[in-house]
């Protein structure tokens, strides 16, 4: 099921710079906003670009919808535009609510039931209560890099990336019901517990990679290449460089931004490896590090500056990824990201301190993404 030659062919034909966007949403009830297994209802209600933009995730109460491939950033958001507002009209139509935040606030994991594919049957049999664990939503970028060692070496410059990203797109300090005092719960109930998943090793050229996947394959660790969760990778079917460490978006202005930071961050990964930019492989160590003072304190925390071994606050982080990809968004006419002064967790967490239960304050998020997502209206 895997082909690493097709896939090394894949690469070889992509071409720099085309973005596909992935978001996933809750399906909850009308009423209580707990989650509802509807997931099936919605694909077959679905027609058109819609139907075919739909994909299920591991849990009947999820609902993802993918862009397909626009030629830039800004084709796959007028393309996920169009899927956004069918998507949550055709919710309301069937009698549902959407969220979009990491992890749902308040319903209980052990009630949901996993669909019924091929694929997702055998993660749940093969993780078991790792994938029942496992209720939580994220937002995907994919950014086609040609050529199969340049896009290893772009995954191994992002590596210490993630954490920043990580931290800016933070919606998820709720799961159980409980405030967990985590800025991405999510984070730390999928990245660590799924086996292969996280950041994942420097790899520095293709021939590496390839054989740490055969021997995945050789061993019947894996028989699918989705099995391999790393927070970023080669996407060997699409030839692009796939990111995947974002929490959900409570609104559309909120993931576009960050799907605009992150194609600028894989372009100028790109743009630096082809100039020959020097680059040391920063210790798994020192990554892991930052990644939980982001999944634990988020935009209000600090990281560590891995170049001047200090701590910086998450906010300075954020700053140096403009800094650092200002002359990729001025090739490609990316522009500057939109981003808010707080990110969701932060905007929770003051509803929290009001007073507010969690369950209030998820429902205050699903009023935020109805209000963005349904319309394509940016938020205040």
């Known amino acids: 099921m895997i082909d690493l030659a097709a896939a090394y062919e894949a690469f070889g034909a992509s071409v720099d710079g085309t973005v596909g966007l992935e978001e996933e949403f809750a399906i909850c009830d009308p009423q209580t906003l707990e989650l509802v297994p509807r997931f099936e209802e919605l694909r077959d209600a679905a027609d058109g670009a819609l139907a075919e933009s739909i994909s299920g995730e591991l849990i009947r109460s999820e609902i993802e919808i ?40 308040v319903s209980d994991y052990r009630e949901q039931a996993f669909i019924d594919t091929e694929h997702y049957r055998r993660v749940a049999d ?74 994942p090793d420097h790899y520095g050229d293709w021939q590496a990679y390839s054989d740490y996947i055969d021997l995945l394959i050789r061993t019947r660790s894996i028989v699918e290449y989705t099995q391999v969760w790393w927070s970023v990778r080669p996407h060997f079917g699409f030839g692009t460089v796939e990111v995947r460490i974002c929490d959900a978006q409570p609104t559309a202005g909120e993931s576009d931004a960050l799907a605009s930071l992150i194609t600028a961050c894989v372009l100028q990964a790109a743009a630096d490896v082809d100039a020959g930019v020097p680059y040391e492989a920063v210790p798994g160590r020192l990554v892991e590090e930052n990644m939980w003072r982001a999944l634990r304190n988020g935009m209000d925390g600090k990281l560590l500056d891995l170049a001047r071994f200090v701590e910086v606050d998450a906010r300075a982080s954020v700053e140096e990824l403009l800094v650092w990809t200002a002359p990729a968004r001025e090739a490609h006419a990316l522009g500057e990201p939109a981003l808010r002064e707080r990110n969701s967790t932060q905007r929770q967490r003051a509803l929290i301190a009001e007073g507010l239960s969690p369950r209030d304050v998820y429902a205050q998020t699903v009023q935020e993404t109805e209000a963005t997502y349904a319309q394509e209206v940016p938020a205040a």
């Open 66 to 105: 993918r862009s397909g491939r626009g030629e830039t950033l800004a084709d796959a958001l007028a393309l996920q535009a169009g899927h956004r507002r069918a998507l949550f009209a055709l919710a309301a139509q069937c009698g549902v609510r959407l969220g979009a935040t990491g992890t749902h606030a």
């Open 126 to 199: 093969g993780l078991q209560w790792v994938a029942k664990r496992n209720n939580t939503f994220s937002l995907h970028v994919h950014v086609g890099v040609q050529g199969a060692d340049r896009a290893i070496a772009v995954c191994d410059r992002l590596r210490p990336v993630l954490p920043t990203l990580l931290a800016l797109s933070a919606s998820s300090p709720f799961y159980d019901g409980m405030n967990s005092g985590l800025s991405s719960a999510r984070t730390q109930m999928f990245t660590k517990t799924f086996p292969r998943c996280g950041v």
